[in-house]
C-alpha cells in the first residue's frame, strides 16, 4: 500500500548518508518517526530492532508476518519483538513492499548461492558483526544477529511454495517511514552484494532520517 | 526403508525433547494420528553460535516450502541434514511457535497444578527448555521448522493454514549431514484453528544412514546444494567429525 508522508527533510533531527557496504547503528526513541530513503533505486536495506532498554528483546520476522497474516511488510505493519511487542509500525511507504523472508547476505552464504570463490566478498552479516562488536557496550553479539527485514526488495511467494526475487518495486527516492512504539535500537547494513541481479549489480547509499514526535504534529 | 532402526521413540503431544544426532544417521519422524506439527531447531554442538538459518536455506534453494530434496542451512553455510523422504510434500519454517499468551488465547492455557503433565505447553517455552540444557538462551533462538504443517501463501501475501496437510502416517526423514543438536517440540502451531488444544504424537527413529552418492538426489536438487555439501566436506576435513 503507498502512503506519502508530510513530514519534511529539512525538520528531521538526524539526516545522514549511509553508503553501501556500511552500517548504521543508532537508537530512535519511542514516539520518533524514522525513514530510509532508497537515494538511488533498488537498493536492499538489511535492518534489525533490538529494544533499547533490554537488547535480548528483538525483531521477530516470525511474530510480525504471522500475527497480520502476511508475508509482505508495508504501511499499516506492526514490526513485533520475539515477545510478542510491538516494537515500531510502518506509518508511510512509497515503495509498497518490502521483505522480511530472505533474510541477510553473508560471506558463508555467498558460497552457496554463487561460487565457492565468492566467499571473501563484502557481506551485510560482516557488516552487522563488526556493528556489535565495534559498540561492545549495547551488550550485542553474534547471538543477536537474527532475521531481519529488506527494506526496498521484492521477494514474491508463489502459491505453490517457490520464493523468487523480482526486480525491486523501489526507484530513486522512495521511502519507507515507521513510528517507534518502545525506545529501539536501529541496526542496518546497506547492502553491499555484488552478486545480486536485483540491485542491478549497482550498490548505492541510501539515507536514514529521525524526526521526534513533537515536531511532527 | 530396509534400515536397522537403532532407536525408537514416541514424543506425545505437547512435549519437547532434545538430542545430538551424529552425522550419518536418518532421523524418521512419523505423523501417528495425522495433524501433527513437530518444531525443530538445529545447532552445532562443537560450536553453539552455528545454527539454523532458514532464510538461508529458502533463499538458497528458491522455495518458501520444505520437502524431499531440500537441504537445512547453518548460518555457516553448511548442511545440517538433508530431506531424504517426504510423504507430505510441504513444511513450514517461517511461522514461529506457539507462545503461552497465544495457547492462553486461543485454548485457554492450562497450568500444571491444573492438569498435571497434561498442561498446555507452547513451542516457544519449549525450545527454552531443552535450549537451556546446553548454555543456550532466549537470544539464540531462530524461526524453526515446523515439520508436518504448512501455510500457503496468495498472490497478495496473505497466509494461510492447511488443517489437512499431514495424515495419520505420513513421514518425513531427515539424513544428518555434520553433528547437530536437534531441539524439538510437539506443540501445536501457532496457526492451527483447531478448536480444542491439538494434541498429536510424533514417532521418532534414529536409524543408519547409507553413504551420500554422488548422484544423491538432495545434493543434485540444486546446483546451490552441491556446493553446500561441499561446504560440510570441507568443513571434515579440519574437524575431528564422528565419521571421519
Redesign the interface.
Known sequence: MIKESNLSPAAAVIRQTVKAGGYWLEKVKAGQIFRIVDLEGNQAADTLFYSAVDP?E?Y????T??EQ????LSVGSKLLS?D?NLMLEITADTVG?HDT????C?T??????Y??EKKTMHAC?DSWLLAVTENDHLGLS???I??NINFFMN?P???D?????EDGLSAPGKYVEMTAAMDVIVLISNCPQLNNPCNAYNPTPIEVMVWDQAQSA | MSHDVLYRDELPGGKHWSMVVKRGTLLRLTDKDGGANMGMLFYNPANLLERYNAPDSLKCQHTFKLTRGNCLYSDMGRIFCSIVEDSIGWHDTVCGNSTKAGVARKWGGVDYQTARNDWTQNGHDSFLVEGAKYGLGRRDLAANVNWFSKVAVAEDGSMSFDPTNSKAGAHVTLRFEMDTLVLLHTCPHPLNPAADYPRRPVIYELLKADPVSDDDFCKGFRPENGRGFENNRIYHLCSCGSEG
Not at chain 1, 521477530?60 to 511474530?63: D, G, V
Not at chain 1, 523472508?101 to 541477510?104: C, E, K, M, P, T
Not at chain 1, 558463508?108 to 548461492?113: D, G, I, L, M, P
Request: proline fraction near 2%; aromatic fraction near 4%; hydrophobic fraction near 35%.
Open positions: 535480548s528483538r521477530s520476522a516470525e511474530n508476518i504471522r497474516g502476511n508475508v509482505y520475539q510478542g513492499r523472508l530472505g533474510g541477510a553473508a558463508e552464504s555467498n558460497t552457496v548461492r561460487a565457492l552479516r553474534k547471538r543477536d537474527a532475521h521477494v511467494v508463489t502459491p511454495g517457490g520464493l523468487t526475487f
